[in-house]
């Protein structure tokens, strides 16, 4: 038997704004300015993390804090600059 791909859950438009600003507050407050230029965009079904870090524990905890607040809604992906 053949697993089915997990559907994600649509976060209603309204919700959207709201979303990115709390990820981008949240991320900025626990990295403490160790991801630079930070931004958050929702494509489609996907949310975009953009910037740059030092180091990559800085990174995945941006991409943790994103997952941790997306909930089973939005798939988030990270292009944040490591170097």
């Known amino acids: 038997m053949h697993a089915q ?3 994600h859950t649509p976060v209603p438009d309204l919700d959207r704004e709201d ?3 709390r990820m981008e507050t949240t991320i900025e407050r626990l990295a403490q300015g160790r991801v630079r230029d930070l931004r958050v965009t929702w ?3 996907w ?5 740059r870090s030092k180091t990559y524990h ?4 941006a991409l943790a804090v994103a997952h941790d607040l997306a909930g089973r809604g939005p798939v988030v992906t990270s292009h944040i600059v490591v170097g």
Do not use: T, W
């Open 19 to 21: 979303l990115v600003e």
């Open 43 to 45: 494509i489609d079904d």
């Open 58 to 61: 800085a990174a995945q905890l």
């Open 47 to 51: 949310i975009v993390l953009q910037g």
């Open 5 to 7: 791909a997990e559907k």
